[in-house]
C-alpha cells in the first residue's frame, strides 16, 4: 500500500500535532497575552513565527530530505552534524524538554489537589513516566496510541478551554504593556516562541513522522514527503488556534491575575474564575494529555536517533532517558527553565539558519561552502547570546551589545546576513564542482 485512508491522514495530523503541543505550548501564550496587553496581536505574531511558521518549515524541509536530521546536516559533514544532531536530542530530550513536560502537567493539573511537595511530585512523575515508557516501547503502534486514541481526547478538552477563552473571557483585554513589550512587541514575542522549543522539537519528530507514516506500508519517498507536510499543515492549524486562544484569556485576564507570575499561574486563576471545580478538573486533563504526547514523541525520537546513529537498542535508550527525565524532573521547573533559556538562545539560531539554508538549497552550486561558514559564524554569535542570556554580560565584547537587536537576543542575525551574502556570491562565482 502506498496511500493513506483519509482517516490515517487526518490521524497522522493528530498525532502530529500531540506531539508538539506540549508543556511550553500551553504555559507561555497566556503569559505573552498578559504581558503584552494591548499590544497583545503584535507580540502574537512574532510568537507564531516562532512557534508555528518555523517548526512547519522545518518538517518540511526534513520531509524533502527524508526525514531524518542526518540528511539535513550533511553538507555540514557527517562528524559537525552528528554533533549539532545529539545537542539538540538531548536538549529537547532528557536534559530539557522531557522533564519539564511532567513538572508542567503535575503544577498545573495535580498540585491543586496533592501539594507541591516533593513526595506527591515523585509519586507523579514515576507514574508519568511509567505511562510515557508503556507507549514509546512499540514505536509502530504511536499513530494509534497518540494519534487516533489520546488526542481526540485532548482536542475535546482544549476545545474547551478555548472556547471559554474567546466567548466567556475574564474581562476585555489590559491596558497595561509590561516594559519589555512597549517597544518592540513583535520581537519580543518572537522570542517567547523559542521557549515552546517546537523548532528543535520538528527536527527530532522529522523522523518520528516519517516512520508511522511508512509503518502503515507508505513506502515511496514522495508519498512520504507529501504526507509529512499534509501532516505538518494539520498540526500548524491546530497549533495557531490554540495559541490565539490562549493569547486572548492572558491579555482578558490582567484584572483577576495581576499578581501571576507565569503562564501557570494565570491559567490556574481563570480556570477557577470561570469553571470553579470542575475547571480544574478540565485543566488537569488537557495539561496531563498534552504533555504525556509530547513526552512519548521526544523519547520515541531520541530512541530511534540513537539506535540508528550508534547502535544503542532502542528499548536500552528509552529506558535510560525515561529514568534520567524523571530524576531531572524532581529539580522543580524553575531551575529547569533557568538552565534552559541560555542554551535555547545558542541553539535557535543553528537550527533556524540550517532550516532556511537546506529549504534554499536550489540556489547553492555547491551546498558545503555555503552551509559549512554561514553555521560557523551564527554558532559563534549565537553561543554569545546564550552566555549574555547566562549572566555572563562583563565576559563578552562590548561591541556584540551594540549589533542590531542584540537587546532581543538577535544580535547574530546580521553577521548571519553578511556571511551568506559574500559566501553565496562566492558559491556562484565558482560554480558547480567538477565531477
Not at 499590544?39 to 510568537?47: E, H, N, P, T
Not at 499513530?143 to 478551554?161: D, N
Given at each position: 500500500m502506498n496511500h493513506l485512508k483519509t482517516a490515517d491522514v487526518l490521524g497522522l495530523g493528530f498525532m502530529t500535532f500531540a506531539l508538539f503541543l506540549g508543556a511550553g505550548n500551553i504555559i507561555f501564550?497566556?503569559?505573552?497575552?498578559?504581558?503584552?496587553?494591548?499590544?497583545?496581536?503584535?507580540?502574537?505574531?512574532?510568537?507564531?513565527?516562532?512557534?508555528?511558521?518555523?517548526?512547519?518549515?522545518?518538517?518540511?524541509?526534513?520531509?524533502?530530505?527524508?526525514?531524518?536530521?542526518?540528511?539535513?546536516?550533511?553538507?555540514?559533514?557527517?562528524?559537525?552534524?552528528?554533533?549539532?544532531?545529539?545537542?539538540?536530542?538531548?536538549?529537547?530530550?532528557?536534559?530539557?524538554?522531557?522533564?519539564?513536560?511532567?513538572?508542567?502537567?503535575?503544577?498545573?493539573?495535580?498540585?491543586?489537589?496533592?501539594?507541591?511537595?516533593?513526595?506527591?511530585?515523585?509519586?507523579?512523575?514515576?507514574?508519568?513516566?511509567?505511562?510515557?515508557?508503556?507507549?514509546?516501547?512499540?514505536?509502530?503502534?504511536?499513530?494509534?496510541?497518540?494519534?487516533?486514541?489520546?488526542?481526540?481526547?485532548?482536542?475535546?478538552?482544549?476545545?474547551?478551554?478555548?472556547?471559554?477563552?474567546?466567548?466567556?473571557?475574564?474581562?476585555?483585554?489590559?491596558s497595561s504593556i509590561a516594559p519589555a513589550y512597549q517597544q518592540a512587541p513583535l520581537l519580543q514575542g518572537f522570542l517567547q516562541g523559542y521557549l515552546t522549543m517546537d523548532t528543535l522539537g520538528a527536527l527530532v519528530f522529522g523522523i518520528v513522522i516519517a516512520t508511522a507514516i511508512r509503518d502503515h506500508g507508505v513506502d515511496m519517498a514522495h508519498r512520504v514527503t507529501r504526507y509529512s507536510i499534509m501532516a505538518a499543515l494539520i498540526a500548524a492549524t491546530g497549533l495557531a488556534l490554540v495559541y490565539l486562544a490562549l493569547f486572548r484569556l492572558g491579555a482578558t485576564s490582567q484584572g483577576i491575575a495581576a499578581d501571576a507570575q507565569n503562564g501557570v499561574q494565570i491559567l490556574t486563576?481563570?480556570?477557577?474564575?470561570?469553571?470553579?471545580?470542575?475547571?480544574?478538573?478540565?485543566?488537569?486533563?488537557?495539561?496531563?494529555?498534552?504533555?504525556?504526547?509530547?513526552?512519548?514523541?521526544?523519547?520515541?525520537?531520541?530512541?530511534?536517533?540513537?539506535?540508528?546513529?550508534?547502535?544503542?537498542?532502542?528499548?536500552?535508550?528509552?529506558?535510560?532517558?525515561?529514568?534520567?527525565?524523571?530524576?531531572?524532573?524532581?529539580?522543580?521547573?524553575?531551575?529547569?527553565?533557568?538552565?534552559?533559556?541560555?542554551?535555547?538562545?545558542?541553539?535557535?539560531?543553528?537550527?533556524?539558519?540550517?532550516?532556511?539554508?537546506?529549504?534554499?538549497?536550489?540556489?547553492?552550486?555547491?551546498p558545503p561552502r555555503v552551509f559549512v561558514p554561514v553555521m560557523a559564524v551564527t554558532l559563534l554569535f549565537g553561543a554569545s547570546d546564550g552566555l549574555v542570556a547566562a549572566g555572563f554580560t562583563a565576559a563578552m565584547p562590548a561591541f556584540l551589545a551594540r549589533l542590531p537587536l542584540a537587546e532581543y537576543s538577535l544580535g547574530w542575525l546580521l553577521p548571519v546576513l553578511v556571511t551568506l551574502l559574500v559566501v553565496a556570491v562566492i558559491d556562484r562565482a565558482k560554480g558547480r564542482p567538477q565531477a
Open positions: 501564550p497566556p503569559s505573552v497575552g498578559m504581558a503584552a496587553g494591548a499590544s497583545v496581536w503584535s507580540a502574537a505574531l512574532g510568537f507564531l513565527l516562532t512557534a508555528v511558521g518555523l517548526p512547519l518549515l522545518t518538517v518540511v524541509a526534513l520531509a524533502r530530505v527524508g526525514g531524518g536530521m542526518a540528511r539535513l546536516t550533511a553538507p555540514l559533514g557527517r562528524r559537525v552534524g552528528l554533533v549539532f544532531a545529539v545537542a539538540v536530542y538531548l536538549a529537547i530530550g532528557p536534559l530539557f524538554a522531557t522533564p519539564r513536560t511532567a513538572v508542567v502537567s503535575f503544577e498545573m493539573g495535580m498540585a491543586a489537589f496533592t501539594g507541591n511537595a516533593p513526595l506527591p511530585l515523585g509519586l507523579y512523575t514515576l507514574a508519568y513516566f511509567a505511562a510515557v515508557l508503556f507507549l514509546v516501547l512499540n514505536p509502530g503502534r504511536l499513530l494509534e496510541r497518540v494519534g487516533k486514541l489520546i488526542t481526540p481526547v485532548l482536542i475535546v478538552g482544549l476545545l474547551l478551554l478555548g472556547g471559554a477563552a474567546v466567548f466567556a473571557p475574564a474581562g476585555e483585554v489590559g486563576t481563570y480556570v477557577q474564575h470561570t469553571f470553579g471545580m470542575p475547571g480544574e478538573l478540565l485543566l488537569a486533563l488537557v495539561i496531563t494529555l498534552a504533555c504525556l504526547t509530547t513526552a512519548v514523541g521526544l523519547i520515541a525520537a531520541c530512541g530511534e536517533f540513537f539506535r540508528s546513529q550508534f547502535g544503542l537498542p532502542y528499548r536500552t535508550v528509552v529506558v535510560l532517558a525515561s529514568v534520567f527525565s524523571l530524576l531531572l524532573a524532581n529539580q522543580g521547573l524553575t531551575q529547569l527553565i533557568s538552565v534552559s533559556l541560555p542554551v535555547l538562545v545558542s541553539l535557535y539560531p543553528l537550527a533556524i539558519v540550517l532550516v532556511l539554508l537546506s529549504l534554499a538549497d536550489r540556489l547553492w552550486c555547491h
